[in-house]
C-alpha cells in the first residue's frame, strides 16, 4: 500500500508565476489535508478537503491561494502569482476519516 | 484557538539513555486526539504515537511513552534507550474530535543523540 504522494519534490518558480502542487492519498482515504512549514517552524494548517468539497479553508490566504480534489485524480494546491514569502514546505496528508493523519514526503517550494 | 507550545526548542541525549520532551496545550474541549511526529533531515513526518483524551492510560508504542496529564494540559513523550536513529525534530500535535480535522502543531523540539 503506497504512502501518500507528492510531486514535484522540489519546484523553482519566478516572482509572478504559478505553482502547482500534487497530492495523492493513500489508497481508501477520502480526506486529505494541506500544511505549510516554514523554515525553523512547525506545520501550520492550510485546507481540508473531501472528493470534490472544500471542508474547512480557514487556514488559507485570502488571494493567491487555493485547492481542490476532484473526483478522479489527486488534489491539487494551486499558488498564484508567487511571491517570496511563499517559499516554504509544503505538506499533504491523507486519512480515511479517524484520527491520525499520514503524510507525504512534502513539497519545497522556492520562489526566487 | 487551541494553541500548542512546546518549550524546549533544543534538547540532547546520549545513546541508550532516556529523554523526555515537553508539550502543552490550551484547548476549552473535552474530547480531542494528541499526536507526536517525527522529522527526520529527510523532512517526511513520520507519525510516532497518538492518545486520545478519554483514555486514561497512556499511550505506548515500543521505546515511546507517553505522560499524559489532562487536568494539566500536558503531554510530554518519553524516548528509551536512546538511538542515534531517534535524531530528529520532534512535533506535538492536537486535534479536535470533532468538527474540523486539523492539526495544530507546536514549533517542535531539535533532538539530538550524542554516540
Known amino acids: 500500500n503506497a504512502g501518500v504522494m507528492q510531486n514535484p519534490r522540489h519546484l523553482v518558480r519566478r516572482r509572478g508565476q504559478e505553482a502547482r502542487l500534487r497530492c495523492s492519498p493513500m489508497?481508501?482515504?477520502?480526506?486529505v489535508y494541506w500544511y505549510r512549514q516554514l523554515p525553523e517552524e512547525g506545520l501550520k494548517f492550510m485546507v481540508y478537503?473531501?472528493?470534490?468539497?472544500?471542508?474547512?479553508e480557514s487556514g488559507m490566504p485570502k488571494e493567491r491561494f487555493s485547492a481542490e480534489f476532484p473526483k478522479e485524480g489527486p488534489s491539487i494546491l494551486r499558488i498564484q502569482q508567487v511571491v517570496r514569502g511563499d517559499s516554504a514546505a509544503y505538506f499533504c496528508?491523507?486519512?480515511?476519516?479517524?484520527?491520525?493523519?499520514?503524510f507525504g514526503p512534502g513539497t519545497r517550494l522556492t520562489v526566487l | 484557538a487551541q494553541t500548542v507550545t512546546q518549550s524546549q526548542p533544543e534538547m540532547s541525549v546520549q545513546e541508550a539513555e532516556t529523554v523526555t520532551l515537553s508539550c502543552t496545550y490550551d484547548?476549552?474541549?473535552?474530547?480531542?486526539?494528541l499526536f507526536w511526529y517525527k522529522q527526520p533531515p529527510s523532512r517526511q513526518m513520520i507519525l510516532v504515537i497518538r492518545?486520545?483524551?478519554?483514555?486514561?492510560q497512556n499511550a505506548t508504542e515500543n521505546r515511546f511513552s507517553v505522560n499524559f496529564q489532562k487536568a494539566a494540559k500536558s503531554f510530554s513523550l518519553k524516548i528509551s534507550d536512546s538511538q542515534l536513529g531517534d535524531a530528529a525534530m520532534y512535533f506535538c500535535?492536537?486535534?479536535?474530535?470533532?468538527?474540523?480535522?486539523?492539526?495544530?502543531f507546536g514549533k517542535g523540539t531539535k533532538l539530538t543523540v550524542n554516540p
Open positions: 496528508a491523507s486519512s480515511p476519516g479517524l484520527a491520525g493523519q499520514f
Open positions: 489508497k481508501g482515504h477520502s480526506h
Open positions: 478537503l473531501q472528493k470534490e468539497n472544500i471542508i474547512d
Open positions: 484547548t476549552s474541549e473535552s474530547d480531542y486526539y
Open positions: 492518545q486520545e483524551a478519554y483514555k486514561q
Open positions: 500535535a492536537y486535534r479536535d474530535q470533532g468538527g474540523s480535522e486539523k492539526l495544530v
